[in-house]
Nanobody
Framework: VQLQAFGGGLVQPGGSLKLSCAASGGIFSIYTMGWYRQAPGKQRGLVARISSDGQDYYVNSSVKGRFTISRDNAKNTVSLRMNSLKPEDTAVYYC???????????WGQGTLVTVSS
């Protein structure tokens, strides 16, 4: 499974960005998809996760009400809409696919989000 994340960049505090992740080489519709982030000097942590059918999702409390995760199984993509960005949201954001049938994680290469004035 290959995951390609894109959409990162530099944005001012209060601004918005949309990250997208395109998957190939697997059966996208069976994977739980997630976005993680890793800030400099910190461990990678879960930002948001969405079930294979898109009906259930989890959003970290630190971004709840600002970030929205969604997926399109027809297009093999998962997105993270980020609003009201804060400097503390600055991190490399990683797309993740979890195949529960073999308990395997797949990772994309990461896309950098910098929130700064």
């Amino acid at each position: 499974v290959q995951l390609q994340a894109f959409g990162g960049g530099l944005v001012q505090p209060g601004g918005s960005l949309k990250l997208s992740c395109a998957a190939s080489g697997g059966i996208f519709s069976i994977y739980t998809m997630g976005w993680y982030r890793q800030a400099p000097g910190k461990q990678r942590g879960l930002v948001a996760r969405i079930s294979s059918d898109g009906q259930d999702y989890y959003v970290n409390s630190s971004v709840k009400g600002r970030f929205t995760i969604s997926r399109d199984n027809a297009k093999n993509t998962v997105s993270l809409r980020m609003n009201s960005l804060k400097p503390e949201d600055t991190a490399v954001y990683y797309c993740n696919a979890f195949d529960s049938s073999v308990r395997t994680d797949y990772w994309g290469q990461g896309t950098l989000v910098t929130v700064s004035s």
